[in-house]
């Protein structure tokens, strides 16, 4: 398996456009977590998915970050508009359910950066 | 509410020494706890976890923790450090609130550095 797939690794945009994250989980796995990483707030819960309906979007910062997943394979984060406090890098991570429950596989992230 | 708290930023140690990277929790309930590993430019990755039964649960790479409950710590030790041990460490507990979830809140994370 090629593990929880992301992308972009990296992205550069401006301050007002669009950005869009996409993500595919290990193929198996039940949930599916949008977690977001910087320097001054640490490693934060976005979202996360269960058989790809949301569970719990607590996390998410604002009516500007949207999180869908459409099937089983692919969700995408959207933040519209993007403002430069939304700079971070993203990670996505995939766990199965029952005795592996918890044990999350984690995306090498897209570092979002915006101007 | 639960969490963890990783009370030192950085630990430094020499390659040989042993090294303990301290979390301690709290948490309503039986604590589900977990310890994951960042390496510079990836994803965390899974090292650990204790849910029940022997206080030593030993993982990957060479790592163990001691759960101690009356002190309510999970520290994450291995007996001889390795200089690709260096990376960001995570301390990790379940999140439980009216029920068990499949959520992670995770402390703010270790930064080890081993020393050739």
């Known amino acids: 398996d090629a593990g929880v797939i992301q992308s972009p690794r990296h992205e550069v945009t401006e301050m007002g456009q669009e950005v869009t994250l996409r993500c595919k989980p290990i193929?198996?796995?039940?949930?599916l977590f949008w977690y977001r990483q910087t320097m001054m707030r640490g490693l934060e819960l976005l979202i996360y998915f269960n058989n790809n309906v949301p569970i719990d979007d607590s996390g998410m910062p604002e009516d500007r970050f949207s999180a869908k997943m459409p099937n089983a394979s692919f969700s995408n984060l959207k933040i519209q508009p993007s403002e430069p406090r939304d700079s971070a890098v993203y990670f996505c991570?995939?766990?199965?359910?029952?005795?592996?429950?918890?044990?999350?596989?984690f995306g090498a992230g897209s570092r979002l950066t915006v101007l | 509410a639960q969490s963890v708290a990783q009370p030192e930023d950085q630990v430094n140690v020499a390659e040989g020494n042993p090294l303990t990277v301290k979390c301690t929790y709290s948490?309503?309930?039986?604590?589900?706890l977990f310890w994951y590993v960042q390496y510079p430019n990836r994803g965390l990755q899974f090292l650990l976890k204790y849910i029940t039964g022997d206080n030593l649960v030993k993982g990957s790479y060479g790592f163990e923790a001691e759960f101690n409950k009356s002190q309510t710590s999970f520290h994450l030790k291995k007996p001889s450090a390795l200089v690709s041990d260096s990376a960001l460490y995570f301390c990790?507990?379940?999140?439980?609130?009216?029920?068990?979830?499949?959520?992670?809140?995770f402390g703010t994370g270790t930064l080890l550095a081993v020393q050739p």
């Open positions: 990790a507990v379940r999140d439980y609130y009216g029920g068990a979830t499949n959520k992670l809140i």
């Open positions: 948490v309503s309930g039986n604590p589900y």
């Open positions: 193929s198996g796995h039940d949930y």
């Open positions: 991570a995939s766990s199965p359910s029952g005795s592996g429950a918890n044990v999350l596989t």
